[in-house]
Nanobody
Framework: QVQLVESGGGLVQAGGSLRLSCTAS????????MGWFRQSPGKEREFVAA????????YYADSVKGRFTISRDHAKIAVYLQMNSLKPEDTAVYYC??????????WGQGTQVTVSS
């Protein structure tokens, strides 16, 4: 099993910044990718950003490109999401996803991000 601990959520005014962190532990013998998803009330969970663990390639949803930056720490098996220029529509529960392979994944419990207008 893999355990994921997320932190960094909170309340921020529009235009502000937050940095989310997610650290993996347990059976983390290999890592394929890590990423972030989010879910707002009444909506389906949606992709936000991901990073390929070995190559460092990054992927973003169009809605966050240019505002959010995903990064990783190999030694800590951690992934970060720097969120700038936050908008009220970014309000959601943000979930960390850990993928030991392309067809396997684990999810964190989520951290609330609230952006006030």
């Amino acid at each position: 099993q893999v355990q994921l601990v997320e932190s960094g959520g909170g309340l921020v005014q529009a235009g502000g910044s937050l940095r989310l962190s997610c650290t993996a532990s347990g059976r983390t013998f290999s890592t394929y990718a890590m990423g972030w998803f989010r879910q707002s009330p009444g909506k389906e969970r949606e992709f936000v950003a991901a990073i390929n663990w070995s190559a460092g390639s990054t992927y973003y949803a169009d809605s966050v490109k240019g505002r959010f930056t995903i990064s990783r720490d190999h030694a800590k098996i951690a992934v970060y999401l720097q969120m700038n220029s936050l908008k009220p529509e970014d309000t959601a529960v943000y979930y960390c996803k850990y993928g030991p392979s392309a067809d396997q994944d684990y999810w964190g419990q989520g951290t609330q991000v609230t952006v006030s207008s």
